[in-house]
């Protein structure tokens, strides 16, 4: 086989194989010689079957060996599992009981806290109690000092009312003998007008009293029932009812002048 000058051509390059022509010359290669056969003995027979033998129990030795070898490796897997097993068991263990130690501790730290919050608490109220306790003394106590002041003016104040009522009747009696007087001196028309107004303003003063008796008896009344229940009057309630009653006693005090 042999090649032509190269030709030039588009997108590459090309070549003309020959191909050389067949030929009748064949060289015979020489054949190996035959091997001599040995002849087969009983010791060549003993010997094979001896060195069989011999590499069946090296493969069987190297066998047992090698499954010895794979039993140590696997004792020695398990035993490194056992002991991985242990040692998490005692760390798991050791978790577990440190946990609960600590639970432990946060409750009874809990259960501290609580109780001391029950104490406060308890501390608390009684101080509470005690507050209230000495409160409603005060109160009651300022009750009873506002009542006793308060009835202290009050008599002060009736017995300035009788005086004036005394007053006036005293006024009565000079202006009824002032007026016999001038009804002697002048006649009996005058006298009888006198005598009218006179008796107008007797009747007038009466009405004076008896509403101002019938206002003292309710007074006393409400005093009566405001004592009952002092524990649960207010300061403003009791000016309250103090600013009526002074109105009251103003009217009074002003209604005899008229």
Request: aromatic fraction near 2%; charged fraction near 40%; proline fraction near 2%.
């Amino acid at each position: 086989m042999s090649a032509e000058k190269a030709k030039q051509s588009t997108g590459g390059v090309a070549y003309d194989v020959i191909l050389k022509p067949a030929s009748s010359d064949l060289t015979i290669k020489p054949g190996s010689p035959p091997k001599e056969q040995r002849a087969i003995t009983q010791e060549a027979i003993a010997d094979k079957l001896k060195k069989a033998q011999e590499r069946r129990e090296s493969i069987e030795t190297q066998k047992l060996e090698q499954l010895q070898k794979d039993r140590e490796r696997a004792q020695q897997v398990l035993q490194k599992a056992q002991e991985e097993n242990t040692t998490f068991s005692k760390s798991t263990q050791e978790k577990l009981r440190r946990s609960l130690e600590l639970n432990k501790e946060n409750r009874q730290a809990q259960i501290k806290a609580l109780q001391e919050r029950l104490r406060e608490h308890r501390k608390k109220v009684a101080e509470v109690c005690k507050n209230s306790e000495s409160v409603s003394k005060d109160l009651e106590e300022k009750i009873n000092q506002k009542f006793e002041k308060y009835d202290q003016n009050r008599r002060a104040q009736m017995q300035s009312l009788l005086e004036r009522l005394r007053e006036h009747d005293n006024h009565i009696k000079e202006v009824n003998n002032a007026c016999e007087t001038m009804y002697k001196a002048s006649g009996e028309k005058i006298g009888e007008k006198v005598l009218q107004k006179m008796e107008t303003a007797v009747k007038n003063r009466e009405g004076v009293i008896k509403a101002i008796q019938d206002r003292l008896l309710e007074h006393e009344k409400r005093i009566e029932e405001v004592r009952k229940n002092k524990l649960s009057v207010h300061d403003d309630d009791d000016d309250d009812d103090y600013n009526y009653d002074d109105q009251n006693d103003n009217e009074e005090s002003a209604a005899p002048s008229s």
